[in-house]
């Protein structure tokens, strides 16, 4: 009798713990991972959370706060565990493998109408994943140049503008004519040097991946991926023009130097501004620059965050209207402000709030529509090329260890070798 009582209490608090659950009274209860950091985007988010429970009693949303640090591993064990929230909050370029794993729901026939036309096609191409949509763009987050404006100023160098931006030939003089004297005209933070390299090189043509007819993808480190590559490395080692010990920071590392006025530049994320606001000095006076252009213009990578449900989740349904809920355009601006990013979605971008020069929102949202998807976005084995092949390669090139010629052998050869496993 006993052992039969203490299975029935195990068997109840299996029960309590299973994720999207209905309880006893019939109310549904969904987990959402959300990955908001920031102070304002974790409020900005526990007070939609909110929002929906006071509104919709029978299905009930439980905020669960993750972590981007290890997010890919950790949705791997809840994946393979069965113990995946309900609603998960991730990035675009992590979502191919968990899409192709069946692990992920295909919400193409759960979206609403208005959230389909919202949000531009490009922004649906980061996770589209064979004829399925696996998750929902909603913010996103150009790399922009963070400059001392005084610094440009008194230098009388030409201000680029969204309308009329500096080449990448004309970046690299004007970085040379800025440097001089224990000071560099910019920092480049690239302990991950990757997805700034891979993106910033839309610009200029770059492709990297190419898809053949079969499907299979292969790298191809052409012309046009090596322009922005090159650039950096003779900033940094040919013209003295970019901070060599910058080269291996994250980007926040290298704001104490900016502020104290030894860059004059540094290439950030855009959500940085809210960091830059908190920290800088008192009548430190700093702007928002687009990025260099090349032949594709003002083109860049981006990998949107994303709002996708778990194939296990029994209520995908009530999950779909939880997303379509969060981003409603007026709830979709809040988010955008409370993380200092982009929205995706048409009518959100052209909230007055987010077109206001002050902090250089105009800056970011005029440089929207130049956005495209990153080039890996649906290449399967991405993270193990990128940890495995890329990363150290593309950090030994910018130190100056190796050369442009076994750069391109050990991305071409070893990563498509990498590839080839998750191609088969």
């Known amino acids: 009798m006993r052992a039969r009582l203490l299975a029935l209490a195990l068997l109840l608090l299996l029960a309590g713990c299973s994720s999207g659950g209905a309880r006893d009274d019939g109310r549904i209860t969904l987990r959402f991972q959300s990955l908001a950091w920031q102070e304002e985007s974790v409020e900005a988010n526990k007070e939609l959370v909110e929002e929906w429970n006071a509104t919709h009693p029978d299905v009930r949303v439980e905020y669960v706060q993750g972590t981007w640090d290890s997010v890919h591993d950790q949705l791997l064990t809840a994946f393979e565990g069965g113990e995946a929230p309900d609603i998960i909050h991730d990035a675009s370029d992590d979502l191919a493998d968990f899409a192709y794993g069946g692990y992920l729901a295909d919400l193409t026939d759960l979206l609403t109408a208005r959230l389909k036309s919202d949000i531009p096609r490009r922004s649906w191409e980061t996770t589209i994943f064979g004829d399925g949509v696996y998750g929902v763009p909603f913010l996103q987050e150009p790399r922009v140049l963070i400059a001392n404006a005084q610094w440009l100023k008194r230098s009388g160098v030409r201000i680029p503008t969204p309308e009329k931006p500096w080449s990448w030939d004309e970046f690299r003089r004007i970085t040379e004519q800025l440097s001089g004297l224990g000071k560099y005209g910019i920092a480049w933070p690239l302990k991950e040097p990757v997805s700034a390299t891979l993106n910033l090189s839309l610009s200029t043509g770059g492709q990297l991946f190419h898809r053949g007819a079969d499907g299979k993808v292969t790298v191809r480190f052409e012309a046009a991926d090596q322009v922005v590559p090159r650039t950096i490395h003779a900033q940094a080692g040919t013209d003295r023009s970019a901070s060599p010990t910058t080269l291996g920071s994250g980007g926040s590392d290298t704001l104490p130097g900016f502020f104290g006025g030894r860059y004059a530049m540094v290439p950030l994320g855009f959500s940085y501004r809210q960091q830059i606001v908190q920290q800088a000095p008192k009548g430190f006076d700093w702007q928002v620059l687009p990025a260099p252009a090349g032949a594709g213009g003002l083109t860049q990578g981006v990998s949107p965050q994303t709002l996708s449900v778990a194939e296990d989740s029994p209520h995908k349904k009530e999950a779909a209207a939880f997303i379509d809920f969060l981003l409603r355009p007026q709830n979709m601006v809040r988010l955008a402000?409370?993380?200092?990013?982009?929205?995706?979605?048409?009518?959100?971008?052209?909230?007055?709030?987010?077109?206001?020069?002050?902090?250089?929102?105009?800056?970011?949202?005029?440089?929207?529509?130049?956005?495209?998807?990153?080039?890996?976005?649906?290449?399967?084995?991405?993270?193990?090329?990128?940890?495995k092949v890329a990363t150290p390669a593309l950090q030994e090139y910018y130190s100056g260890a190796i050369g442009i010629g076994e750069l391109r052998q050990r991305l071409e050869e070893d990563g498509n070798l990498v590839l080839a496993r998750y191609q088969r």
């Not at 990013?341 to 052209?350: E, H, K, V």
């Not at 909230?351 to 970011?364: C, F, K, N």
């Open 337 to 387: 402000l409370g993380d200092w990013m982009l929205p995706t979605g048409d009518r959100a971008l052209n909230d007055p709030a987010l077109r206001t020069p002050e902090h250089g929102w105009s800056t970011g949202t005029a440089l929207a529509a130049h956005l495209r998807p990153a080039p890996a976005q649906t290449v399967r084995g991405y993270p193990e090329w990128k940890d």
